[in-house]
């Protein structure tokens, strides 16, 4: 993954060409990847609902994608089937998935 964010992609025609739009939203979906995990390991149950919404952002990317392939007219089109498809995770799935990694975590610790 490293490779492809420093390395592939700034070699993009495509992000190049609007890297003003797609790398301030990559940083922000980075931003909030962050605060989601902090969230997950320090804060309480509302802060996991938090976390599961900040956890779908990396999902701007494709949406300000879609708006400058097509336009407002093309994200208002697709963009629902963009966000049905990523957030087909319920909150349960999530949280279910969230005690996995955190019991794999704490083994790993010891």
């Not at 697709?78 to 498809?85: E, K, L, M, S, Y």
């Amino acid at each position: 993954m490293f490779w492809d964010l420093l390395v592939v992609l700034p070699t993009d025609p495509f992000y190049v060409r609007n890297i003003a739009l797609l790398n301030s939203t990559l940083v922000n979906a980075i931003i909030n990847w962050h605060i989601a995990n902090k969230l997950e390991r320090e804060g309480d149950e509302k802060d996991k609902s938090v976390a599961f919404i900040l956890r779908g952002a990396y999902i701007d990317i494709l949406s300000a994608a879609a708006f400058v392939v097509g336009g407002m007219g093309w994200v208002q089109e697709i963009g629902p089937a963009i966000r049905r498809w990523a957030h087909e995770e319920t909150f349960d799935q999530y949280l279910a998935n969230l005690a996995k990694e955190c019991e794999a975590r704490d083994a790993n610790s010891k």
